[in-house]
């Protein structure tokens, strides 16, 4: 695995070594001595897959505030995504700052987002899949959220928006009161 570092702290974009022959290929896409050289020491305490059918669609931006903040390695393994992450930690240098990178099956990347960041994501094809590793448990009390559109953040969707949940609509806007994380 490669290891390069975001433009927004203690997050990294993981590209993939595969291995390959006439048969295909095959890649590690986690080892603990590996992801220790990153800092990175939690358990992976749940994993997910999710499935989005419809081009377009806009998944975020979650997070679960402490002490349950959670870090997250994201995959996608079927279809294309475009990936987001919020820097939300107050004593960050890039707080409220965002940073998108794409994924897919076919470019095998991977995003590792650090506590305290919100996450979310827009298809770029139909039928997308992602797994999900996360340290912390779903937590609902402990989950928010920010408005995908909101324009204190200004995130550049590569596309117009298209389904999206009406818990995700409903996440509020940052106002001057936010404290971070």
Known sequence: ??????????????????????????????????????GHEKEWVQMNHSFTAQQATIRGMHFQVHPYAEI????????????????????????????????????????YIPGGFAHGFQSLTDNCEL????????????????????????????LPAGSISERDTGHPYIDKNFKGL
Request: glycine share 4%.
């Open 1 to 38: 695995m490669i290891f390069s570092p975001t433009p927004l702290p203690d997050s990294y974009l993981i590209d993939l070594e595969p291995f390959t022959d006439e048969r295909g290929w095959f890649a590690r896409f986690y080892c603990k001595k590996e992801f220790q050289q990153i």
């Open 72 to 111: 997250k390695l994201v995959r996608c393994i079927a279809g294309r995504i475009f990936d987001v992450i919020i820097d939300l930690r107050k004593a960050s240098p890039t707080f409220l700052q965002w940073f998108g990178i794409e994924l897919s099956a076919k470019n095998k990347k991977m995003l």
């Open 131 to 158: 797994i999900y590793h996360h340290t912390e448990y779903f937590t609902p009390e402990a989950e928010s959220g920010i408005r995908y559109n909101d324009p204190g953040i200004n995130i550049q969707w590569p």
